[in-house]
Each structure stands twice: as structure tokens, then as C-alpha cells.
């Protein structure tokens, strides 16, 4: 799954967006409102169904965009949606439609490891023809597009970006004197002040895990750097080595220093989040949709800035993640949903239902509602992310990964036991048994 890089964009007017984008709908099984049922393959050429989880919000900002869509071009687009089923329940649902006699023509999923299973079962269409005749390279966020892209094909089209970082207290940090850090050893010496000042530095969670493992992935990236990190994704490299032992040596001496809350472990995203909204955390590890709930909390914007993690790499990069558009090989609308995504790309429809998660190089954030996203994109722009670590492994090596990562914080495993066990299981996802 190669990762690649900037470009540029054919003509992107200043985007405006919905505050509504902020999530893709991480939560319970339900029906979006307005969006029908079923998500099977039309076999009439000027009709087209589509398959996605967005929420209702999104759902609806999603279907004004193929309401135009239809205006301009004739075709009618019936999105189907399952809101808050995350990865593992969509992938799922999603392999019985396209294994089922009416697929959906259009549908959206996760890049990296999460898209290459429908990949290397020959579920999807490549579609570096449709980029060739669209010209979608050319104007596309280069990191989203490896991601996108597998053994050198391009099987979807970059539907939103997420990139995670710091987002800060300012008057956190200046009550305890400490600086924005530029070096990892900075960031260890703003957490120490943070704490003494009386405030948890980094706002994390442990239940499901993959919010605290953001902080782990940063420290991976910090103590490997990002070929070797790559690779270990990649399940190309031994997780035996001295980097991993390292990162864990970290993540364990922050549970130690108290940088992260006391009994995180037993602790929900949500509620972490709300540390930094009431003060009582200096710092999250997250993304462009903390500046909704920032809006949404009423409190002055000033008390609130974002940074990249420095990792003291020659290349600084973030972690991220791409969510795709992708054309079932069932499908008999291949041309259509073609066109509907070269659509989808363009500056009116990205302002509706993409917004500050556009992968469209050159869209900037409406900066009186989100002026911390009108900086995150200029971040997007200069630095590449390394995906994600629950996206980059199947589920299985993901929830390995959680439970070592339990047992590291609890002092249940050495850091070297760790990175053997993490080797284990990456060594039977690359056999063929997860």
C-alpha cells in the first residue's frame, strides 16, 4: 500500500463546508432518514445506488450533492447508508451486497488495509483508466491517493482526509509555562510542566483503544522514523528490534509520569475529549472534527490551538487516513459512477459534503467558523501522513495491538515481550491467517 505524495489543483475557490462533516458515524445500527434501503446495482444507465455509513447529517449534506448531480447530468443517485457501524460491521454488510446478485454500483470504504481484502478478491474496479480521461491525479491530495492505491493501481477515488495532531489549551500551556514543542525531548519537558501545573498534559483514552494509540504510533514514528515504521505496517520488518522496544519504553513511561489520566484505560474517547473542553487536559491527539465540538461549546476560539507531534525526523509527517469512493466490478454502471465521482470532485460539491476533509488540493477552510482547520489543511498540504495504525492491519493484528498496548500501560508485559507479540500476530496476518 504505497504511500505518495503533493500535487496540485485545477481551480478550487475558498470552501466554506458544513460543521456537520465532521464525523463519518462511529456508533449504533440504524437507518439514515431520507436515504432509503436496499443499495442494489440499477440496471438502468441514468440510475445509480450507492452505498455509505455516513450519519444523518452527512448523509443528507451527501445527497444535495447528488441532487445537483442529477440536475446536471440526468442520473438519479440513491445513497443507502449504516450509520455507526464502523469498519468492522460496514466491511461486512458490504461484502454480502457485493456478493449478492444486486451490488451497489458506488460505495464508500476506508484505504489501507481496511479496502484490500475487496481488492485482492477482485471486488473492485481499477480505475486508472477513469483517472487518465478525469485527470484526477492532477488535483488530488498525493498521501490520499496512495492510499487509494494498491500494487500500483488506483482502486478509489479520495473521498475525505483526516490527518491527527495536537489540539491545545493555550491557557494551559502558558499557565504552566510551557512552550509549543519542537522536538520530542520539548514535548516531554511541556508535559512535566503541564502536570505540575495541575492538569492532565495529554487528554487519552483506553476503551476500544485506538485513541490512545494514537499516542503510540507517534511514538513509533519518533523512535523508527518513517521508513522503518512504514515497513513495520507493512508487516515487512520485524516488530523484534530496538525501535519498537523503545516506543513501548515510551507509552510506558508516560502511563508512569502521569502524562496521560490516571485509570485511562477504563475511559471513553468522548470523555477524554471533554478534558480539553473543560480545561482539565492541556492537549488531544486528534483531528480536523475537534474544532465542531470546539464550536459547539461556546468558548472563546483563542483558548485553542493545533500543532504537529515533532518526531525529530528529517521528514516530519502525520498520522491520517483516507476514506474512498469505489466502483463494485458487478457493477453495470462502471461509466456513470465514473462520472458521478469526477463530479463529486468539483469545487460546488466538495464545499457541500466534504469541507475541511476535502483530499482536493487547494479548498480553503471557511476561516471565521473553523480557523484551526484553515491551518490543519496548510498542514495537510506540507507534511505526509503515515496511515493510521487500526487502518494499516486487518482487525485481528489491530485488536492484538490493543491488548498489548493494555498490557504495556498495566505492566503486564516488557517492552520487549510486546514487540515479540506483535510480531507474532503480524507474522500470521502475512501467512494468510487473519
Known amino acids: 500500500m504505497p504511500i505518495a505524495r503533493s500535487l496540485s489543483r485545477r481551480g478550487f475557490l475558498g470552501g466554506t463546508g458544513s460543521v456537520a462533516l465532521a464525523a463519518t458515524g462511529l456508533g449504533s445500527l440504524t437507518a439514515c432518514a431520507g436515504t432509503g434501503g436496499g443499495g442494489a446495482a440499477s440496471a438502468s444507465s441514468d440510475k445509480l445506488s450507492m452505498f455509505t455509513y455516513f450519519d444523518d447529517d452527512n448523509a443528507k449534506l451527501l445527497n444535495s450533492a447528488l441532487s445537483d448531480f442529477k440536475k446536471k447530468e440526468g442520473i438519479t443517485v440513491k445513497q443507502t447508508t449504516l450509520p455507526g457501524s464502523g469498519a468492522a460491521l460496514f466491511?461486512?454488510?458490504l461484502r454480502t451486497q457485493l456478493l449478492g446478485s444486486t451490488p451497489p454500483d458506488a460505495f464508500m470504504l476506508w484505504g489501507g488495509q481496511i479496502a484490500a481484502p475487496f481488492v485482492e478478491s477482485g471486488q473492485l474496479v481499477a480505475l486508472d483508466d477513469y483517472y487518465t480521461k478525469y485527470k484526477w491525479?492532477?488535483?488530488?491530495?498525493p498521501s490520499a491517493l496512495g492510499d487509494m492505491t494498491f500494487d500500483g493501481k488506483k482502486y478509489g477515488v479520495p473521498a475525505q482526509v483526516a490527518n491527527v495532531g495536537a489540539w491545545y489549551r493555550t491557557d494551559l500551556f502558558e499557565k504552566a509555562g510551557a512552550e509549543v514543542p519542537k522536538t520530542y525531548a520539548e514535548m516531554e519537558k511541556a508535559c512535566a510542566a503541564l502536570k505540575a501545573s495541575g492538569v492532565v498534559p495529554l487528554a487519552t483514552a483506553g476503551v476500544y483503544g485506538w485513541d490512545v494509540m494514537r499516542l503510540f504510533e507517534y511514538l513509533l514514528e519518533t523512535t523508527a522514523g518513517p521508513d522503518l515504521h512504514d515497513k513495520l505496517l507493512l508487516g515487512e520488518a520485524s516488530w523484534k528490534n530496538s525501535a519498537v522496544y523503545d516506543a513501548f519504553g515510551l507509552f510506558k513511561k508516560w502511563v508512569d509520569k502521569k502524562?496521560?489520566?490516571?485509570?485511562?484505560?477504563?475511559?471513553?474517547p468522548d470523555d477524554a475529549d471533554n478534558y480539553l473542553l473543560k480545561g482539565t487536559g492541556a492537549f488531544l491527539i486528534t483531528g480536523q472534527w475537534e474544532e465542531v465540538a470546539i464550536n459547539a461549546s461556546g468558548k472563546d476560539k483563542s483558548l485553542f490551538d493545533v500543532f504537529v507531534l515533532p518526531t525529530d525526523q528529517s521528514k516530519l509527517r502525520m498520522?491520517?487516513?483516507?476514506?474512498?469512493?469505489?466502483?463494485?466490478?458487478?457493477?453495470?454502471?462502471?461509466?456513470?459512477?465514473?462520472?458521478?465521482?469526477?463530479?463529486?470532485?468539483?469545487?460546488g460539491a466538495q464545499r457541500t459534503f466534504a469541507s475541511f476533509r476535502t483530499p482536493v488540493n487547494g479548498i480553503t477552510a471557511d476561516a471565521k467558523t473553523?480557523?484551526?482547520?484553515?491551518?490543519?489543511?496548510?498542514?495537510?498540504?506540507?507534511?505526509?501522513?503515515?496511515?493510521i495504525q487500526d487502518q494499516a492491519f486487518p482487525k485481528d493484528v489491530a485488536d492484538s495491538y490493543f491488548e498489548i498496548q493494555s498490557d504495556i500501560a498495566q505492566g503486564k508485559a516488557s517492552a520487549r515481550e510486546a514487540g515479540a507479540r506483535m510480531q507474532d500476530a503480524v507474522s500470521t496476518w502475512k501467512k494468510g491467517g487473519s
Open 370 to 387: 473553523f480557523p484551526l482547520n484553515t491551518k490543519w489543511l496548510e498542514y495537510g498540504k506540507k507534511y505526509e501522513h503515515y496511515t
Open 91 to 93: 466491511t461486512d454488510k
Open 319 to 347: 498520522s491520517g487516513w483516507t476514506e474512498g469512493f469505489f466502483i463494485a466490478e458487478a457493477s453495470p454502471n462502471k461509466d456513470n459512477t465514473a462520472k458521478l465521482y469526477d463530479f463529486l470532485l468539483t469545487p
Open 137 to 141: 491525479a492532477d488535483e488530488l491530495n
Open 259 to 268: 502524562w496521560v489520566p490516571d485509570g485511562f484505560l477504563g475511559i471513553k
